[in-house]
């Protein structure tokens, strides 16, 4: 069993004192042991398509690439014969140049689509129970194999979407949804915790201004 013990007394005091009355000791926790909030909820795919939508940035290589791609797309307009694009860089040539690249640009979205839904996939394969217990100054997540402790110290990156809150660190992604709290303002306050910003004070619309 744990053995709790008052403020100031050492782990050997207090198992001293515990072995010369035969009892275990049983204090009670201090306020700044106490978690801020336990809450259970379930993670499925749909979460973690919505982390890898968001955190799915092109970047700048993946930019030229696209670049190029739709080029490629609107270069193969010069290898249909005249017969059927019409007069180079006349107007039936602009148009079926323009198709092809939207035909290209199209072809990219559903590619980007298809590797986050893979990711997604791969990430979470099925549903996951998680339980989160939050403290004043860190996050224990249980139930995904992800590390136990998170402290704010270590998330690299807070990300507030519309349905969740992602917390990503060197070990992964921690990913909160706003179902699993049902009180308005709990993911946001959370957030802005972990950014190091006070949460805003509640203002009573019906109190009349100072």
Known sequence: MPLWRREGQSANEA???AAR???TSCYTRSMAEDPLRT???TLTRADALAYEQVAGHMSPLGVLALLLWLGVCGAVAWLIPADWAGPALGFSFSLLASILIAIG???VLIGIAARHYWRAGQRIPRPLEITLTEWPNRLSATGAGFPAEIKFTD???SILARDNLFLVTDDGVLI???RAFPEDGVIDALAARIAGRPAPVPVDAGAAPA
């Open 15 to 17: 198992k001293g004192a």
């Open 39 to 41: 809450t259970t909820f």
């Open 176 to 178: 909160l949804p706003r």
């Open 21 to 23: 009355t035969g009892t």
């Open 155 to 157: 998330i690299r990156e």
């Open 105 to 107: 640009y199209v072809l």
